[in-house]
């Protein structure tokens, strides 16, 4: 319970009033002996297996048509909790052999009392089960629309059915699929075990997909409003990506968190710079696009330290950019061993950063006056190796390994100041969440934010997880699957073709049979192939009479063919016929016909200028 509502805090819900179902034990007791008394719940104490085995095959208890008295006294002896009574459940008399096995006779109470309950002690024996309690308490508090996981579904009728029963008004239910994600567990038994075997320390561990859990690596609650928002209200089973939610919640990050820089300290690179300026301090913006975030202390000097990744990188002579400072010329690397010890720097901070292709972070060194601050950068992966786990599989089978990465680095010393949860991004790192202020050896510990690309979202264990391979594989699907659907288009289309071209007169000049393909692509509408069925000789020559609207509408080789089109489909003998046929509304599937019909004219088929304009 305090989790539960410590877990709505999190995400800015503050209930109203908490209300618990031991808050109508009194009354659902009082529910029972008057469905009993009404013929419509009885006792029975049929062993379990067997209960369980006449349920599915439709076969009524021994006990179900005892008479009132006798259920009212056994189910007495199970509030007692009398030695008779332990043995003994009470069963709703809904129907012995009704299709959905959920409305087959459902237990609404057992007798158990050994076990005290964590509220109300031992005042209470027998226990309404949630198929009881659920309807009953949900109506009597109000509820208006009940909200569950279609897993409930077949639950539905038999919802109804007590409110029906007992005559206590209706509740709604709204059924909504399950929300599952790769290489994830929602199961609170399995979550359980990862907790009893010191996995994970607790349920706010990073690693559960708890409200804590994701709370505690970084997830906003406007991210999880805005992504549950949409997805909307779905009755199926989804599994989802991990990256979705995650390049939504950095896109609401990356304008608000302040900027900061660490160094891994494995084998960092000690750098001189020859002509830098004398030591000094800059206050600069926390965040460059957002003044509202303030300043922060940026200490400048000659002797500055650098990852190993990006000394190693660099060539001879190289000029290279020290973000927020300038560029600087490779004059000498110092090599032992494959790893870079020293490098040697020449000032060139007024280069154009613009020219130079590797920008890396930096520290000045520490002295005695001035600090850098040590932190643990952590990293998790997945829990589980395998995306989707099948009724069948154990989740012991796919443990992943090693789901905790810890680096220890140097930050700048203006990290000493944030407080736990604050959220900030060190630069060519990633986002990261502050999560213990002293954390081993009295580091400061921030956990890594993921940013929803495929490298930060992708297992680090899992042998399916390669993102380019991935990247290549979705690349291959969608030609494939384009490819198919032209061939489907094509082969409607040639099928098309075939069936209009049996029905054209033999009698069509040879230039119309040229642009025919052109023509019968848009050829959508039966309307037309019935006109088309009705061509008779050929459409006669007025090349004058429309040269002049030719030129004036400077009509392209497509608006031709459509003219073309209309004048075949017309069979016209005179001007004023065919103008009446352009003039009609030929609606095709871009819709381009309906605005080029209206008094537009082309040339016939037999014209000199037919033969120009397609060779």
């Known amino acids: 319970e305090d989790a539960i509502v410590e877990d709505l805090a999190l995400l800015g819900i503050k209930a109203d009033v908490v209300t618990h179902t031991s808050d109508y034990f009194e009354k659902l007791q009082e529910l029972a002996v008057r469905m009993i008394k009404e013929g419509h719940a009885y006792a029975d104490d049929t062993q379990q297996e067997q209960m369980r085995a006449e349920r599915m095959d439709g076969i009524p208890s021994r006990r179900r048509d005892a008479s009132v008295e006798e259920n009212l006294q056994h189910f007495e002896a199970m509030l007692q909790g009398t030695e008779e009574g332990r043995s003994w459940c009470l069963r709703a008399k809904m129907s012995v052999d009704n299709p959905n096995k959920a409305m087959r006779d459902p237990v609404m109470y057992r007798c158990n009392a050994d076990v005290p309950h964590q509220r109300t002690g031992t005042k209470w024996k027998a226990y309404p089960t949630y198929d009881f309690a659920c309807p009953v308490v949900d109506s009597l508090e109000g509820v208006t629309h009940a909200l569950r996981t279609n897993e409930y579904h077949d639950r539905n009728p038999q919802y109804a059915w007590f409110l029906q029963a007992l005559g206590l008004r209706n509740v709604e239910i709204w059924d909504y699929g399950r929300l599952n994600f790769v290489y994830t567990l929602l199961s609170k038994r399995k979550l359980q075990w990862f907790v009893d075997h010191g996995v994970v320390s607790d349920w706010s561990d990073p690693r559960f997909p708890t409200v804590r859990g994701i709370r505690r690596r970084g997830m906003t609650i406007d991210c999880i409003q805005q992504f549950i928002l949409s997805q909307g209200p779905s009755q199926q089973i989804i599994n989802m990506e991990w990256d979705n939610i995650w390049a939504l919640n950095k896109r609401l990050l990356d304008p608000v968190v302040p900027r900061f820089v660490a160094l891994s300290e494995n084998q960092l690179v000690k750098a001189s710079i020859q002509g830098a300026p004398p030591a000094h301090e800059k206050q600069v913006p926390r965040h460059k696009k957002n003044a509202e975030l303030g300043v922060k202390t940026t200490v400048y000097d000659s002797h500055i330290f650098l990852e190993q990744a990006d000394a190693a990188s660099f060539g001879d002579n190289e ?24 490098l040697e720097l020449e000032a060139h901070l007024d280069g154009d950063f613009k020219v130079t292709k590797k920008k890396v972070t930096w520290l000045a060194q520490p002295t005695e006056s001035r600090h850098l601050t040590p932190v643990m950068l952590l990293d998790f992966d997945y829990l589980i190796t395998k995306k989707k786990l099948e009724e069948d599989d154990n989740f012991t089978d796919f443990l992943t390994p090693q789901t905790r990465f810890e680096t220890p680095a140097l930050a700048d010393a203006n990290v000493a100041e944030l407080k736990e949860g604050d959220q900030i991004q060190f630069e060519r790192n990633g986002y990261y969440i502050l999560d213990k202020v002293q954390g081993v050896d009295g580091r400061r510990e921030f956990i890594k934010i993921p940013d929803g690309r495929a490298a930060s979202s992708a297992s680090k264990a899992a042998p399916d997880e390669n993102p380019e391979q991935k990247k290549a594989a979705a690349a291959a699907a969608r030609a494939q699957k384009a490819a198919q659907k032209e061939e489907k288009k094509k082969q409607k289309r040639n ?3 075939g069936n209009i071209l049996k029905i054209l007169p033999w009698s069509i000049p040879k230039q119309v049979w040229r642009i025919f393909p052109v023509i019968l692509q848009y050829h959508q509408h039966s309307a037309r192939a019935k006109i088309l069925s009705q061509m008779r000789g050929k459409c006669y020559h007025i090349e004058e009479a429309l040269k002049k609207r030719w030129e004036r509408r400077m009509i392209n080789r497509w608006h031709y063919c459509c003219h073309l089109y209309l004048m075949v489909c ?4 005179s001007l004023s016929q065919y103008k009446i046929v352009s003039e009609t509304n030929f609606n095709t599937q871009t819709g381009r016909m309906t605005n080029l019909c209206g008094g537009l004219f082309g040339l016939l088929c037999q014209s000199s200028n037919v033969e120009r304009f397609f060779e």
């Open 495 to 497: 099928k098309k073709n």
């Open 319 to 342: 000029e290279i950019t020290l973000m927020d400072w300038g560029n600087v010329i490779v004059r000498n690397k110092s090599v032992q061993d494959g790893v870079v010890t020293a």
């Open 570 to 573: 017309s069979s016209c003998h």
